[in-house]
């Protein structure tokens, strides 16, 4: 099993690989081409579309890391309210 592959399967536990009509290998999960979203074509060998379905899968993760959705404030805000709260804490106890 390729490095490739596992990182597949990590992610998508059920991916398997196909040909489509073209002749060309894909790998699908539940009916889903992994790599479609991306325009990656079909690939020529088994290996390839290992490759072709870890790099959708890595593109994904590093889209998801840095969405606009998760860069809300609202988890900062109240982590500088903890610390602020620690820090006033802090003040109030007699050495």
């Given amino acids: 099993m390729s490095v490739q592959e596992k990182r597949v ?3 998508f536990p059920n991916a398997k690989i196909t040909i489509d009509s073209n002749g060309n290998f894909i790998v699908i999960n539940d009916d889903v081409v992994i790599a479609e979203e ?4 079909g690939a020529s060998s088994k290996e390839q579309a290992w490759e072709y379905a870890a790099l959708a899968c890595k593109t994904t993760q590093n ?3 840095t969405h606009p959705s998760r860069m809300d404030l609202k ?3 109240s982590k500088i309210n ?3 709260k620690r820090k006033k804490r802090s003040k109030n106890v007699v050495r």
Wanted: glycine residues 6%.
């Fill in 9 to 11: 399967l990590r992610d």
């Fill in 38 to 41: 991306f325009f990656l074509p």
């Fill in 75 to 77: 988890g900062l805000e």
């Fill in 82 to 84: 903890r610390i602020n």
């Fill in 63 to 65: 889209f998801n890391r």
